[in-house]
């Protein structure tokens, strides 16, 4: 009883979280590469929570996320396409099936080798990091002063050496774990799909046809597409990282202690 009630209390926290959180960004304007902090704690929320909150927490997170910052229009995407990809990487994370070691170290290798390419691709150069201080806005947030921004710059070796760090975090033990995280990759990969490839069909025949607006589908293709990346890659690193700590502790309180 007190684990159920523990887990709904850490879905709801999980979903405004994401609603929130959504409104802190990262930009890039030499590619238009664009992440929003919502999107790895959606990612992870999957991975720790299972299907049924990875999809409420996707679409009811950005679903309220797009009310507060002015896109009414992408409420249904989030509804679908969010809460779609959020069931089905809660789903596959679960499977329970044994995996291939190489296919399992094959599918981490690809996760961290595209992190590395949309790094070094969409998000190297000046950047803006920023929030949405004033809601329901939209495209009007600038026009209306809603953003505070500050500016930067990320080197592109910086996406090197995390890729090479991450690698190093997650293959820290392969030998003995490794194949434990393979349908973790499925699930993340996955996910990544639903995103961008659902995006895309919205953005090209919803938003024209039924809201009436034109945005440029191709582009945001690939704004998605990294952004899916990145989020999926730092959602791998923590769930690894909450997971090791958990073993920490069991293994500091065997039988039972941890919770004397």
Not at 37 to 62: K, R
Request: proline residues 3%; glycine residues 10%.
């Amino acid at each position: 009883m007190f684990q159920s009630i523990r887990k709904f209390v850490m879905i709801i926290v999980f979903t405004f979280f994401v609603c929130f959180s959504s409104g802190i960004f990262i930009f890039v304007p030499s590619s238009k590469g664009l992440i929003s902090i919502g999107e790895p704690i959606f990612f992870l929320s999957a991975l720790l929570f299972g299907p049924s909150a990875g999809a409420f927490v996707g679409g009811m997170g950005f679903a309220l996320a797009d009310l507060l910052l002015g896109y009414p229009h992408y409420i249904i995407a989030a509804l679908a396409v969010k809460a779609s990809a959020g069931f089905v990487m809660g789903k596959v994370n679960r499977y329970g099936a044994s995996i291939n070691r190489f296919f399992s170290t094959a599918l981490s290798l690809l996760l961290i080798l595209l992190f590395a390419l949309v790094g070094v691709i969409i998000y190297s150069g000046d950047i803006y990091l920023g929030y949405v201080k004033t809601f329901f806005l939209g495209e009007e947030v600038l026009k209306f002063g809603g953003l505070e921004v500050y500016s930067g710059y990320i080197p592109e070796w910086f996406w090197v050496i995390a890729s090479i760090i991450i690698a190093f975090f997650i293959f820290r033990g392969c030998s003995k774990d490794m194949r434990d995280y393979g349908w973790t990759g499925v699930s993340l990969l996955s996910g990544c799909l639903i995103i961008v490839f659902g995006y895309f069909l919205y953005e090209t025949f919803i938003l024209p046809q039924i809201f009436k607006v034109e945005v440029d589908a191709v582009a945001n293709f690939y704004i998605h597409a990294g952004e899916s990346i990145l989020s999926a890659t730092i959602a791998f690193m923590l769930n690894k990282l909450i997971h090791f700590k958990s073993h920490q502790v069991l293994h500091a309180f065997p039988e039972g202690k941890a919770s004397a």
